[in-house]
């Protein structure tokens, strides 16, 4: 079954203290993976797009990169203001005639203390 | 550059009505995908319209359809509401060249 995993589903860190997010998929004939952030009661903000296994891609604190399996979001030295969801989106089409499907994971809820 | 908008931004209803929900996509985008996210869960797909037709589907029942107008802007519309369908509901749009979705703010639904 086509599936989306993030861990952990919530993470309390201090300002500064640096962590990873994961996603994990298992999905057939993957065609992208998103990252974005939701704070609560707002629509998801797009962060990252990455297409193929051993890609990074950067933005300020946080960087993406992604594996066969899984991704990661890598956040260095977080701020306060860096607290919120972050979700993890699949982009895939299963078969060669198959209609593309987005699935998206039920996300990591991300605490910074100040 | 206007992004996604959605209206009205916040709804209640109650049971067996009928509600209908609006989405403008971003400049230069001509696909418009829906999506219904409870509380604390991520988005689930309820379907896409391109060129004014359904091109793709979730697992949602026929009480869930919509429409695309030639300025591709859409609605959703939800009959029959039940108390589950209480929910944030996500527009995102995004151009048939690229797959990557930009999200409108969202419609908070509420069925009483």
């Known amino acids: 079954e086509d599936q989306v995993t993030q861990s952990p589903e919530a993470l309390r860190l201090q300002e500064g203290e640096s962590s990873s997010l994961n996603c994990s998929y298992t999905?057939?004939?993957?065609?992208?993976l998103f990252w974005y952030r939701q704070d609560p009661g707002k629509g998801p903000e797009f962060l990252f797009t990455?297409?193929?296994a051993g890609e990074e891609k950067e933005k300020e604190r946080l960087k993406a990169t992604l594996t066969k399996k899984e991704s990661f979001l890598h956040i260095t030295a977080p701020k306060p203001e860096d607290s919120a969801t972050y979700l993890c989106?699949?982009?895939?089409?299963?078969?060669?005639?198959?209609?593309?499907?987005?699935?998206f994971g039920s996300g990591t809820r991300l605490s910074i203390r100040p | 550059d206007a992004g996604v908008t959605q209206s009205p931004t916040h709804l209640i209803k109650t049971r067996g009505q009928q509600v209908t929900l609006r989405c403008s996509p971003k400049?230069?985008?001509?696909?418009v995908s829906w999506y219904q996210q409870a509380l604390g869960q991520g988005p689930q797909f309820i379907f896409q319209?391109?060129?004014?037709?359904?091109?793709q589907r979730g697992n949602f029942p026929d009480r869930f359809s919509g429409h695309q107008f030639p300025n591709y802007s859409s609605e959703l519309n939800v009959n029959a509401l039940l108390l589950g369908d209480s929910a944030l509901y996500l527009c995102?749009?995004?151009?048939?060249?690229?797959?990557?979705?930009?999200f409108g703010p969202g419609t908070r639904l509420t069925v009483l």
């Open positions: 995102a749009s995004s151009s048939s060249e690229a797959d990557t979705q930009y």
């Open positions: 989106a699949v982009h895939h089409a299963p078969g060669y005639s198959s209609a593309s499907k987005i699935i």
């Open positions: 999905v057939s004939g993957l065609r992208g």
């Open positions: 990455l297409y193929s």
């Open positions: 319209y391109y060129e004014e037709e359904e091109r």
């Open positions: 400049s230069g985008h001509d696909t």
